[in-house]
């Protein structure tokens, strides 16, 4: 036996006045056991779900993570609808009345879509198992806002919620203001909910959900049971690190009960009486491959005077000294050594320098980390303030999908930048992905 996709296709999303198609997971046992319904997972930009539409390469590739976890007896069989995104329209159908962008934001729409015109097409044509204890909701980026505003608001119709990066919060790259994008909702009780983020994802930052999923916990949900919070150490923003991450919130809906098997430490090993702030993270991981963020750990400090801990991980320096901070989990333990001085600024300065091949079109806006001012032909250069301890993994670009790529014009791995202090860094490009090597544009839109 084995898995299929199935398409559909023209379907209406009537308030939105276009057309989409959708990708259906059906797992081994569909075809052979007919008296079986499924539990049924709904998933944002369903182009990159099961296989990549980028020149990139980049994809979730959940046929094969969900083919893996149901030999292997992890997850129960579920049925995996991929929502189409309509890319002309942008991100607005991900946005319900919160943006920090000037778009139309149709979430409400796309909402209506999703409840009333789409999962009744499903329930019809699949045997599913249709109500909210069994139907799941789960998206990254704008997508993760999206699942979190309409599962929240529906709890009735999506139990299980999924929210990869969510775009919670919209920070300033020049200023540091930040603004929210969301409306803070009271946990619904029997909803499951999962948040998690890359810890090298730049200015969407770690503290933007953590803060969410503590705003959650603090009205009712309860760690391991209604919520996990999971910050990836190194991981970015992008399809291939949700996809190897996608497994966690899988194993939380649809597989067993864990219990926790080792813990890890996380965090700054220098932090400042004045300066940024900062938190440690405590990553756990169950005996069912599980992992998630302690928010309610255990922690004593040798030197209480130099430094507190609160159960969530944030860091209160006293004085300034060295101390060693311990975490403890029922019967896992961890520590760290943390040093405390007077003052470590908030911002670092980055000077960034990229040498672009000759096929780079003159009118290029070069992108890595930030915006780069064109010195020269073949030359780009800038600087910016960043926050201290962000991590970048990007490459890169002249804009969406047109990222650099290798000699061979092949998509090149991450580069990695973190600001942990004043640096300046040089990159080479050798070739851009959307252009063949030696092909020359006068312009971006010649």
């Not at 997972?41 to 539409?53: A, I």
């Not at 998690?196 to 803060?211: K, L, N, Q, T, Y």
């Not at 943390?338 to 960034?352: G, Q």
Request: charged content about 25%; aromatic content about 10%; proline content about 5%.
């Amino acid at each position: 036996m084995e898995s299929r996709i199935l398409s559909l296709s023209g379907l209406n999303a009537s308030r939105l006045n276009n057309e989409r198609d959708a990708w259906i997971y059906l797992p081994p046992s569909y075809d052979d056991l007919q008296s079986l319904r499924y539990p049924v997972l709904y998933m944002h930009v369903g182009q990159h779900v099961f296989q990549s539409r980028k020149r990139s390469g980049e994809t979730w590739g959940l046929r094969e993570t969900l083919d893996g976890l149901i030999r292997n007896g992890e997850i129960q069989e579920i049925i995996v609808v991929a929502v189409e995104h309509k890319q002309n329209e942008g991100a607005s159908e991900y946005f319900h009345d919160q943006c920090a962008y000037p778009i139309q934001m149709l979430g409400e729409q796309y909402e209506f879509f999703l409840i009333y015109e789409l999962k009744p097409i499903i329930d019809r044509m699949f045997r599913t198992l249709s109500d909210a204890s069994h139907t799941a909701l789960m998206g990254s980026s704008a997508a993760g806002l999206a699942t979190y505003n309409i599962g929240m608001r529906n709890p009735d119709v999506f139990g299980l919620l999924g929210m990869l990066s969510p775009f919670f919060v919209h920070l300033d790259e020049e200023t540091f203001v930040e603004q929210k994008q969301y409306r803070p909702h009271k946990p619904n009780p029997g909803q499951k909910l999962w948040l998690d983020i890359g810890g090298a994802e730049g200015f969407f930052m770690p503290i933007h959900v953590r803060s969410v999923a503590e705003e959650l916990l603090s009205s009712g949900c309860v760690q391991g049971e209604t919520l996990y919070f999971y910050e990836e150490p190194d991981a970015a923003h992008a399809e291939t690190d949700w996809g190897r991450r996608a497994q966690l919130p899988l194993r939380f809906f649809f597989g067993r009960e864990g219990v926790s098997q080792r813990v890890d430490l996380f965090g700054p090993d220098t932090v400042g009486m004045e300066g940024a702030s900062a938190t440690l993270n405590a990553v756990v991981t169950l005996d069912n491959g599980l992992m998630y963020t302690d928010l309610e750990g255990g922690y004593t400090v040798d030197h209480p005077a130099i430094l507190e801990v609160t159960p969530e991980g944030r860091l209160h320096p006293r004085k300034p000294g060295e101390t060693i901070v311990r975490y403890q989990n029922r019967n896992l333990q961890a520590s760290m050594k943390i040093a405390v001085v007077e003052k470590l600024s908030a911002t670092v300065t980055v000077e960034v320098e990229v040498s672009v091949p000759d096929t780079t079109p003159e009118d290029a806006s070069i992108h890595a980390v930030f915006k780069l001012s064109k010195v020269r032909k073949g030359l780009y250069r800038g600087t910016a303030r960043l926050p201290r301890g962000v991590c970048f993994r990007f490459k890169v670009s002249r804009g969406y999908e047109k990222e650099e790529a290798d000699d061979q014009n092949r998509p090149v791995p991450y580069r990695r930048l973190n600001a942990d202090r004043d640096q300046k860094v040089s990159y080479i490009v050798d070739n851009w992905i959307d252009l063949p090597a030696g092909e020359h544009t006068k312009g971006e839109l010649s």
